[in-house]
């Protein structure tokens, strides 16, 4: 039987028993916290004045002192608040639990209230179908999605609360098997829910809550290999030396630790992933889905010894397909997290081989976002050997001519890692070898790298695109030395230049010129400037044309005369003279180059 809110049962507007925003409050009836251990703070008057608003009507009660109306207003410490609810626990556990539900309903919109009779029946579906009595169907609106300040930092400070309850209760609490059974069991039944606003906090409760034990699942296992290593060390003593008191203790803390890891906190991982991410991995609501995947990257780059598995990578993988940017986006984000570690290759040996085709497809996504994000994927991919093939890397690097500004850019990273600094190595080794090298610098192979990208790609026409993709990570544009010494050095061996690569570099040379000297960036590639440059960019600016100038007012004469009875090259030298500061001329006392150059 599906769920509900299945992806493939109903369309995106699907929603049933939607909450209200004028009329949902909270229902008091909980013991008010100790005000004296909080911590209160807000604007004049010492708290958050209660305002005949829209967000005052979602929470008539807002000045009650309860769990809901702190988180919500942020008015104590969340940890004060989560002390006195693990006071309140030693006391009745049952209540407690019970007033833990019910803040979890509240946080929903529900102003249903949770009885201990509900509580303690085991059709946990009859007692949320009379919550969700409670709920307007002509809104949609609940405090996790509610604009307007009351609400700006609601999330924030739920996801605080969660993590700092589960940090709390890592002793003894969570390994009960009373509060942790009860909080899931009921975190299941709710995101199950046909009421989105119950599937989507839930969800996100059900999530982070995974994602706190994860961290203390790092501290236990951490605190077990410790205990472990103390065992074996005194274990490798004589008999004579062993203390067999420090054995025995050693032993027994070494039992309780690996229970509490694979007895419980791996049992409560499994039990929230198998009984609502399965489900809500694919709900009819986007943003259901990108909670699900984007904390499932959050465990598997953080606990990869359980989740950095076929068997869970594979949700990833699917995704990449969802039918909404956010959802595609989210996959590719936590791809990215796993992928930048190279450790993880051979875990992730098997999913690359399945879905590396759709990751590459991914680039051309209709979205600008997610396909610059897919660009940055595969260049962490790079990290893995042997991953990417060349017809791979080839469909990124036709992206560097692409109109799209970002996007561009992205493959224009690419580019310098794979092509200008990886495949470099071996023709560097290769012209080291070489006798003539004498003259051959970094520089100049980079150059005829990059002029060798740029003819294969047949787009001699667009030198200004490759540069404007390229300017912030390849400094060889910058490096007018090295282009004029290409251009004019005989003694470079088989790094000399033909006619069309001479052709092709001036092009290039060109048009990092002018985008050293500040024009705007190629058609499509963004608006011209329009706002006035800041003291930092116009000094950036100015070094930047003195250096070329400087630089140029010596080589360019050379280089007209050179190339004088080539039109073509011609038409592309004489255009440089217009961006030099013309007063390095006078201040130089270069007036003889000047004259050459007039001549």
């Not at 769920?3 to 109903?10: I, N, Q, T, V």
């Not at 109306?69 to 693990?86: C, K, M, N, P, T």
């Not at 073509?568 to 003889?592: A, G």
Request: net charge negative; aromatic share 8%.
């Amino acid at each position: 039987m599906q769920s509900p809110g299945h992806l493939r049962d109903a369309d995106d507007n699907w929603e049933i028993n939607s909450t209200t925003s004028e009329d949902i409050g909270y229902y008091g009836g909980k013991k008010p916290l100790d005000m004296k251990r909080m911590q209160i703070k807000g604007g004049r008057g010492g708290g958050v004045g209660v305002k005949r608003s829209r967000a005052s009507n979602i929470i008539p009660e807002l000045a009650e002192d309860t769990m809901y109306g702190y988180v919500l207003s942020g008015r104590a410490a969340l940890q004060v608040v989560v002390d006195e609810w693990i006071d309140e626990y030693k006391k009745d556990r049952e209540k407690a639990v019970v007033d833990l539900i019910q803040f979890f309903v509240q946080c929903c919109g529900c102003r249903g209230k949770l009885s201990q009779i509900m509580f303690a029946n085991q059709e946990k579906v009859k007692s949320i179908r009379k919550l969700t009595e409670s709920f307007d169907e002509e809104s949609g609106e609940y405090p996790l999605i509610q604009g307007g300040p009351l609400f700006k930092k609601f999330k924030s400070n739920l996801l605080e609360f969660i993590e700092r309850l589960i940090r709390g209760c890592k002793h003894n609490i969570i390994y009960d098997e009373y509060m942790m059974d009860h909080v899931i069991s009921w975190l299941l039944a709710l995101s199950d829910s046909q009421v989105r606003a119950f599937r989507h906090t839930c969800t996100l409760i059900g999530m982070t809550l995974v994602t706190s034990l994860i961290d203390i699942a790092k501290m236990v296992q951490m605190d077990l290999e410790n205990t472990e290593r103390q065992l074996e060390t005194e274990l490798k003593k004589g008999q004579a030396k062993r203390a067999f008191a420090k054995v025995e203790r050693l032993q027994s803390k070494q039992k309780e630790l690996r229970s509490n890891l694979d007895g419980h906190l791996t049992d409560y991982m499994s039990k929230i992933f198998s009984g609502l991410f399965v489900h809500r991995y694919r709900d009819c609501r986007a943003e259901i889905r990108s909670i699900c995947i984007q904390e499932l990257g959050h465990w598997m780059k953080h606990l990869p010894s359980h989740f950095l598995k076929d068997q869970y990578l594979k949700y990833v993988g699917w995704t990449l397909h969802d039918r909404h940017a956010e959802v595609r986006l989210k996959s590719v984000l936590a791809l990215q997290g796993l992928y930048m570690i190279e450790d993880f290759a051979q875990q992730l040996e098997l999913f690359t081989a399945r879905f590396k085709n759709r990751i590459v497809e991914m680039v051309h996504d209709k979205e600008e976002n997610v396909a610059v994000q897919a660009v940055k994927l595969i260049s962490f991919m790079l990290n893995s050997f042997d991953v990417l093939e060349n017809a791979d890397c080839e469909v990124v690097y036709q992206l560097v001519f692409a109109n799209n500004r970002n996007i561009s850019h992205a493959a224009g990273e690419f580019l310098h890692k794979k092509l200008l600094s990886e495949d470099l190595e071996e023709v560097l080794k290769e012209h080291r070898a070489q006798r003539h090298t004498r003259k051959i610098r970094e520089p100049h192979i980079i150059l005829k790298e990059l002029l060798r990208f740029f003819l294969e790609n047949e787009v001699s026409e667009h030198g200004a695109y490759m540069v404007d993709s390229l300017w912030d990570t390849v400094e060889v544009l910058r490096d007018w030395k090295s282009m004029s010494e290409l251009l004019l050095s005989d003694e470079l061996g088989e790094l000399a230049l033909n006619d069309e690569e001479e052709g092709a570099l001036i092009e290039i040379m060109t048009c990092a010129i002018k985008r050293a000297a500040g024009e705007d960036p190629p058609p499509g590639r963004g608006k011209p400037r329009q706002r006035e440059l800041s003291t930092k960019e116009r000094r950036q600016l100015e070094a930047d044309r003195n250096s070329l100038t400087k630089h140029f007012i010596a080589e360019l004469p050379e280089l007209l005369s050179k190339f004088s009875t080539d039109e073509q090259k011609i038409v592309s030298l004489v255009e440089i003279p217009q961006y030099f500061h013309l007063e390095v001329y006078v201040e130089h006392r270069l007036n003889k180059f000047l004259e050459l150059l007039l001549k």
